[in-house]
């Protein structure tokens, strides 16, 4: 079956489309500025579950996503348009209040206007499709194509707490009643915080060559990275920075690589570094207190992973809806 | 129940959100250029049934419907993204290469270019957001509340069509083997044509004090641009243009007149104009062959309809979700 990203790769050489398969669309918006905009799908019961959540949580995360995907172009976030369908027992209840309370609860966070919308029933699911339209220097957008060989590879934050915090909601620990270390990895899971502040300051000093926002998982988004760059990878297992309570819910360090590698929703940033620009890197007042987890190497498409005397090739693993 | 109307407005209140609730939400690009943005949801057995339809015709209706919003603000076109949402079932057939084709048909015929969007899983039922910008001459933009009274309204096309093939739907006539009136009137249900040249014209021409697309119907709409204008209308029943299949649908001018006021979907765009503007409009390339409904009175929140030598006072009876 085709993958949903083998779709939008068909869409793209069929029509011609040349602006999609970013985190964002850059376009045009004066002689200074570029504007980027996305665009993401939340599906009750895919996305989120109602009793796992609270609106308040859904709008805020709803926003949050795509957030980070302009935080992932280095850009800073403008305005934002929110669709949403519910059911009609929904529309009674005092979900879509709720909603708009925590979307703007955190909009207020980054000055993000709401300007548009559409409101629809839907037979029983609610769904809610949130957009995000930001701004950058012309020409400073970071694509995810501009990795080369060489290039040091880092991470904006640790990773896996979401996946954990997932597998906490599976395991029927709710946000309310959990422990202290279950709750930061529930709030990982929840409350994502998208790295708005990160992603401009790193593509204001042009620091990084290519930028992907960690939503699929790092085995699946740094290989949407090399595919954009054609180019591949080596990171190593022991530099991936795990979540610090991973070890509260597992002993596993398998599991945690797991969990690290393929669970996707942490929204931090994966970049690339020229060698040139390390320096610039260390420099910087946000810089990640992680060192690098690998490099770019020059053999397209392959991803190795380096873990202790073993090396693997690494597949995509994380979330994908097909 | 609060409706959908009353929802927004209470939002724009409450959070003083000061660029929702016209057609398009107008956000400034250069100098020059005024962008203008609009979104739209629409959802399997709400806004559509796939044996009604075809998906070739849902993906031109989806970009149809918001074009019709980019038409309503005089803007022309620009760019768009498309959110969409499907079961497996759906996504192992060929929905989406269908609903893309016919996206793309109509797409091309205005200059509009795919820059993004999003695909997900859904539990059931599809769902498509569709998301148009569009470019207006700075401060052009036409917007929903600038109808004084004394002010002539009027509408590009003729109303009631798309209603009258809602119900041929309904009634179990399909677009293969329906008769030629038929087919005309499903037509304007399952493939609308946006206004967008006419409302670039009118527009351009600064021919209109207001201006809203008929989406939810004559009776909705006038009320939606009154409201926004703090005016009221009167408008006369033997003035409003009937699709000329009206007639072999139903013989009864009044269930004619129900269509026309109330059956929404239309798509055709309705302006009121200074008395002063009044030559301009009839100069214009496109104007429209109709004469105006009636005109915009100081009576604010009230629209009188004349029909025969009866006064009554008309009530919003158009589409709405809730």
């Known amino acids: 079956m085709l993958t949903e990203f083998g779709f939008i790769e068909n869409l ?12 964002c669309a850059v376009l045009p918006k004066n002689a200074k500025t570029d504007t980027v905009v996305t665009t993401d799908l939340l599906v009750e019961d895919i996305d989120f579950r109602l009793d796992w959540t609270t609106p308040e949580l859904i709008g805020q995360k709803a926003l949050a996503v795509s957030l980070s995907d302009v935080a992932a172009m280095g850009a800073k976030p403008v305005w934002s348009m929110i669709s949403v369908g519910v059911p009609e027992r929904r529309w009674r209840s005092d979900f ?23 409101v629809s ?3 029983d699911r609610i769904v809610v499709d949130s957009i995000v339209a930001g701004e950058v220097k012309k020409g400073r957008a970071v694509l995810r194509s501009g990795a080369r060989p060489g290039d040091q590879i880092f991470v904006s934050g640790a990773l896996g707490g979401a996946a954990a915090g997932l597998r906490l909601l599976e395991q029927g620990v709710r946000i309310e009643t959990a422990a202290s270390w279950q709750k930061r990895l529930l709030e990982r899971q929840l409350t994502p915080t998208p790295r708005v502040a990160d992603g401009i300051e790193l593509a204001s000093n042009r620091i990084p060559s290519a930028m992907i926002d960690l939503s699929d998982g790092l085995s699946s988004d740094l290989a949407h990275l090399c595919r954009e760059s054609g180019v591949g990878a080596r990171i190593f297992a022991d530099r991936i920075p795990f979540h610090p309570k991973l070890k509260a819910f597992t002993r596993s360090f398998d599991e945690r690589l797991a969990l690290a590698l393929d669970g996707g929703e ?15 890197l260390q420099k910087q007042a ?3 207190s992680f060192g690098s987890l690998g490099e770019i190497t020059a053999n397209a498409g392959i991803i190795e992973l380096i873990n202790g005397d073993k090396t693997l090739i690494l597949e995509p693993g994380g979330f994908r809806h097909f």
Chains 1, 2 share one sequence.
């Open 12 to 23: 793209r050489a069929k029509y011609g489309f040349q602006k999609i398969g970013d985190d």
């Open 96 to 118: 879509l209040s709720g909603f708009y309370r925590g979307w703007h609860r955190l909009a207020k966070k980054f000055d993000v206007e709401l300007v548009g919308g559409d």
């Open 121 to 123: 029933r839907t037979p």
């Open 266 to 280: 942490d929204f931090e940033l994966l970049y690339t570094v020229a060698p040139k620009k390390i320096l610039g």
């Open 286 to 288: 946000r810089k990640s």
